[in-house]
């Protein structure tokens, strides 16, 4: 089915929908790389009008990556709820948007639609708002998930403790970890990338995160970032994994790039469910996604780096995960190029997320050679906090020693909690409140610290 709309005397015309989706998306670079970008911001207006018209059914019939040729266009089809999708089955994209802002369309009523919304349906969408209409309308979902903690209450705002080293070094991952505990850092969980994929390096990571969670009670949940199959290997090795990790992308081949499919998916599933590790809940699943994955693996079908990413959505949401975060920036100039094509991507990628019902954070992060800076980054924190995004990263000194990019820093985290009225995970905070890290008004409370940290180097040196 082609598609058309008309400015004064030009009328601009687009073959499929797939094309339309990908014309109408606000500039970025990795659309351009791609040849896929409008032309001139006069055909992404028409692309937009144009957008605006299609009813949301269309995108039932009509797949924008083959049915028989990807396994995740079959599983958005064959796992769409009809029943959800009644609520909004007459409405158009455009006037899905409007609904999506109107102030009777709460996060309770969202919530009940979730699972009838396609992740085409909300990229369309995103692809008509402004900023502010990707903030408040992800300001109404609410998103809880548990492990050891309750994440992503409202009024709640969580961090991974991201303590990295470039060689995985027993005593410098020790001290970020402590550093970052002692600034309230951690709640969302303590999450390694390791230098090395070994499985017997990783399990020692694990096991030296697991022995400082039970030397000081911590309620929290630590992770790997291994690959999937690393992780199944260390789970039937009997090591203490809490959380499963994994990149995943939105599509077929995007993901064979990534060396998983879904069924090896389903099997790292179901094998961390059966550890039955957490206390209040078994979320086990934490995935990473961010735009432009599909295209530098050659995996995107022409299909739009925003649409990609929001179909990635749908492999997470299959899982029910504790965590899901977009490291937006991470992927280089090339996808996203400056500081505003993140800020954007960061916005549309949390909206996008949240209305398909996933526990969204966000890596706020660029590379040393984008045309960005921390600035940007700040700006991205505060909107993010007012969005009601989950959890961020926390990174010592905001610089990834390890993965050689910029992100958000232990201070970062404590700055926006304080601004906007923030707390931690409910769990954390009596943790925090009852070791003397923290009083009630969330001020740390430096002599604690210092006896803290006394306390720990014991614990490493013995």
């Not at 996203?336 to 916005?347: F, M, P, S």
């Amino acid at each position: 089915m082609s598609y058309q709309h008309t400015i004064g005397r030009k009328t601009y015309r687009f073959s499929d929908l797939k094309t339309l989706l990908a014309k109408a998306s606000p500039h970025r670079s990795g659309d351009v790389l791609a040849g896929l970008a409008a032309d001139s911001y006069e055909e992404r207006v028409a692309a937009q009008l144009s957008l605006a018209d299609v009813p949301l059914k269309t995108f039932l019939n009509e797949a924008i990556i083959p049915y028989e040729t990807d396994e995740i266009t079959r599983l958005i089809t064959d796992n769409h709820n009809i029943e959800s999708f009644i609520y909004i089955s007459t409405l158009t994209v455009g006037e899905f948007r409007d609904w999506l802002l109107d102030d009777e369309t709460t996060g309770e009523v969202l919530l009940k639609v979730s699972p009838g919304i396609t992740p085409e349906m909300a990229a369309a969408v995103s692809k008509l708002m402004r900023n502010q209409d990707l903030i408040a309308v992800a300001k109404k979902i609410e998103i809880v998930t548990k492990f050891r903690n309750t994440i992503g209450l409202k009024g709640h705002f969580s961090t991974r403790l991201q303590p990295n080293h470039p060689t995985d070094d027993p005593k410098g991952i020790a001290a970020s970890m402590i550093d970052g505990l002692l600034y309230g850092s951690g709640d969302a969980v303590i999450g390694i990338n390791p230098a090395t994929d070994s499985a017997q390096e990783v399990g020692n990571l694990l096991l030296l995160m697991d022995t400082l969670r039970q030397q000081f009670d911590i309620p929290t949940q630590s992770c790997v970032l291994s690959h999937v199959t690393t992780t199944l290997e260390l789970i039937n090795q009997g090591l203490p994994v809490d959380l499963c990790f994994q990149s995943i992308g939105g599509t077929e081949k995007s993901n064979a790039s990534f060396g998983i499919n879904l069924a090896l998916l389903d099997e790292a599933y179901e094998a961390t469910l059966s550890l039955k590790r957490g206390t209040i809940g078994q979320n086990v699943m934490y995935f990473e996604t961010g735009q432009g994955s599909e295209l530098s693996a050659n995996a995107h079908y022409g299909v739009d780096q925003q649409t990609c990413e929001a179909r990635g959505y749908a492999v997470a949401r299959r899982y029910k995960p504790l965590l899901v975060n977009t490291v937006v920036g991470f992927i280089g100039p090339e996808y996203l190029y400056d500081g505003k094509q993140i800020i954007r991507a960061a916005l549309e990628d949390h909206f996008c997320g949240k209305l398909l019902g996933l526990p969204m954070g966000c890596d706020i992060c660029y590379t040393n050679h984008a045309e960005a800076d921390q600035d940007d980054m700040d700006n991205l924190l505060v909107l993010l906090g007012v969005a009601g995004c989950n959890f961020i990263m926390g990174v010592p000194g905001s610089d990834d020693i390890m993965l050689n990019y910029q992100s958000t820093s232990f201070h970062d985290a404590i700055y926006l909690r304080k601004v906007l009225g923030l707390r931690p995970a409910p769990e954390f905070e009596l943790w925090l409140l009852r070791q003397g890290i923290m009083d009630e008004k969330g001020n740390l409370l430096s002599k604690r610290n210092a006896e803290m940290i006394q306390e720990m180097k014991k614990l490493w040196t013995s």
